[in-house]
């Protein structure tokens, strides 16, 4: 490469990651709203949250557009495509994670009218939606950072989300089984759980993306899961 080129992409690799970083500022700030929204019922907050979705999705298709004119233009090898790569990797778990956030918002809307008695469960919700906002905050930053450790912290962490997703789980079927009437808002609390417990898994991918960004290589340990949920549900029916 000459000089002007060698710049203009370092220039534009610099620009794929500030763009990560602007997208996963977005993210963060919707899943935040979202889950404020669940929390205080706030109708508001719910709109904003579906809302912004589409700037990521915007922002998402244009780093995806300059990933593929990066490659295209200066073949980069070595960390720099990994760079490339890792750009793409993550721009999609961000916009999954966007799509989750306002499909939480959308049951906070259809709550409105149908909470009483749900405020216990809410806590536990809301725990795990804390959760998820450390952790995607946490890669984000090992991110921006290059460091795969605190990546793998992440990854680690994974099983913690499980966990409370399997006691938040446990205890809406003991409350739709002790009280038939409080189906309907157990069973949308349930989809923002298992929302939530999505988010962790692609906060789980970018960690693994991290890791492979900075080493060279892909985490080949089996992912730590602790979803026990569909045998919850077996066992229930015994």
Do not use: C
Request: charged share 25%.
């Amino acid at each position: 490469m000459t000089e002007h080129t060698l710049k203009a992409f370092e220039d534009e690799l610099h620009a794929l990651s500030v763009s990560i970083a602007q997208m996963g500022g977005l993210t963060e700030a919707q899943l935040g709203t979202a889950l404020d929204a669940i929390v205080r019922r706030d109708t508001q907050l719910a709109e904003r949250a579906i809302a912004s979705d589409a700037a990521i999705d915007d922002l998402e298709h244009k780093i995806e557009a300059a990933t593929v004119r990066l490659i295209a233009l200066h073949q980069p090898m070595a960390v720099d495509l990994r760079e490339a790569i890792a750009a793409i990797k993550i721009s999609i778990d961000l916009e999954r994670i966007g799509d989750l956030a306002k499909n939480i918002a959308k049951r906070a809307l259809v709550l409105q009218n149908d909470f009483e008695g749900a405020n216990r469960l809410i806590q536990g919700i809301a725990r795990m939606g804390r959760l998820a906002q450390r952790q995607l905050k946490q890669v984000l930053d090992a991110y921006a950072n290059r460091d795969a450790a605190a990546a793998m912290e992440v990854w680690r962490e994974d099983e913690e989300i499980d966990a409370m997703y399997n006691s938040v789980f446990r205890e809406l079927l003991t409350y739709m089984m002790e009280d038939p009437r409080t189906i309907g808002v157990s069973t949308h609390l349930l989809f923002v759980a298992k929302n939530i417990e999505r988010i962790g898994d692609h906060a789980t991918n970018i960690a693994e993306t991290v890791g492979y960004l900075v080493t060279g290589e892909w985490v080949h340990d089996e992912r730590p899961k602790g979803d026990t949920t569909s045998t919850t549900a077996v066992g229930a029916g015994n």
